[in-house]
């Protein structure tokens, strides 16, 4: 199985803040990533697909980038909204598996 | 608008069953795959598999194999997923998502999720 590290696994950080979120594959997955947001109480929702196609809505200060093994979810300047859970999720092949996620916390 | 509503929350003794549904509206139903994905209180993500509403077809995470089945009933646009021998180990919230976009069988998902159900909470308990 392609296990999937998130760093770090907490984050504090203030509104404005340029935030970054790393994940890394066990082995090469090329650019068959993706990045979720989840708030508390709430399901997933999708941000960011194959590494750096951002998702219809989601606001452009997210970003995705990377290949084969590491990848970044920036966010340009935190919004009070986007204080929550991150995901990455691997498609590459199966089974489908998540990072540990990184929760953005106001610092 | 693209929806899908989840099964009241679960409590079931070790070593039974539980069977959630979840119905989708808003689009075609059997255009697109339907993932499971669980989440244990205060932990991440775990992928259960999939299903194919176009054919029935599925496709589960070893973790699960023997223990997970996975159905739908296409004319009430409705998947469902049956996970049996439960242990305290399976309390958890259990999504339903969908497929990102389009795919007919044989063609294989995109294995990404969007959107996703609300989630079903099912406590395992003596």
């Known amino acids: 199985d392609i296990q999937m590290t998130q760093s770090p696994s907490i984050l504090s950080a203030s509104v404005g803040d340029r935030v970054t979120i790393t994940c890394r594959a066990s082995?090469?997955?090329?650019?068959?990533l993706a990045w979720y947001q989840q708030k508390s109480g709430k399901a997933p929702n999708l941000l960011i697909s194959k590494a750096s196609s951002l998702e219809r809505g989601v606001p452009s200060r997210f970003s995705g980038s990377g290949s084969g093994t590491e990848f970044t979810l920036t966010i340009s300047s935190l919004q009070p909204d986007d204080f929550a859970t991150y995901y990455c999720q691997h498609f590459h092949s199966y089974p489908l598996t998540f990072g540990g996620g990184t929760k953005v916390e106001i610092k | 608008q693209v929806q899908l509503v989840q099964s009241g929350a679960e409590v079931k003794k070790p070593g039974a069953s539980v069977k959630l549904s979840c119905k989708a509206s808003g689009y075609t139903f059997t255009h697109y795959y339907i993932h499971w994905v669980r989440q244990a209180p205060g932990q991440g993500l775990e992928w259960m598999g999939w299903i194919t509403p176009y054919s029935g077809d599925t496709k589960y995470a070893q973790n699960f194999q023997g223990r997970v089945t996975m159905t739908r009933d296409t004319s009430i646009s409705t998947a469902y997923m049956e996970l049996s021998r439960l242990t305290s180990d399976d309390t958890a919230m259990y999504y339903c998502?969908?497929?990102?976009?389009?795919?007919?069988?044989?063609?294989?998902?995109?294995?990404?999720?969007?959107?996703w159900g609300p989630g079903t909470l099912v406590t395992v308990s003596p």
């Open positions: 998502a969908r497929d990102r976009d389009v795919v007919i069988p044989p063609a294989a998902p995109y294995n990404w999720f969007a959107p």
């Open positions: 082995q090469s997955i090329s650019r068959w």
